[in-house]
């Protein structure tokens, strides 16, 4: 049984998932080169130094987001693989 998560861990899992989710929005529209901490601050209304507090860098957020979406893949891939039903054909 794991330890029951205290509710500034759960606050803090939301507004991680929020700087996230937002950050991955910034990335999708304006590209790598121009996400910024600070738009990503403005866009979840804190302060660019509270960010810092959950990713210590830009490269630490964008570090972030590749681990993330390359779980995503992964988890995909094997769904993928999963669903195959007959593995006789696999050659077609």
Do not use: H
């Not at 600070?38 to 130094?49: G, I, L, N, Q, W």
Request: hydrophobic share 50%.
């Amino acid at each position: 049984m794991s330890p029951a998560r205290t509710a500034r861990a759960l606050a803090r899992e939301t507004i991680t998932r929020e700087i996230l989710d937002s950050a991955r929005a910034r990335l999708t529209t304006d590209g790598a080169a121009a996400l910024s901490l600070r738009a990503v601050a403005r866009d979840v209304e804190m302060v660019s130094s509270a960010v810092y507090r959950y990713f210590p860098s830009r490269d630490a957020l964008l570090t972030a987001l590749l681990v993330e979406s390359y779980d995503e893949l992964g988890a995909a891939a094997e769904a993928a693989d999963a669903a195959v039903a007959d593995r006789a054909d696999a050659g077609a």
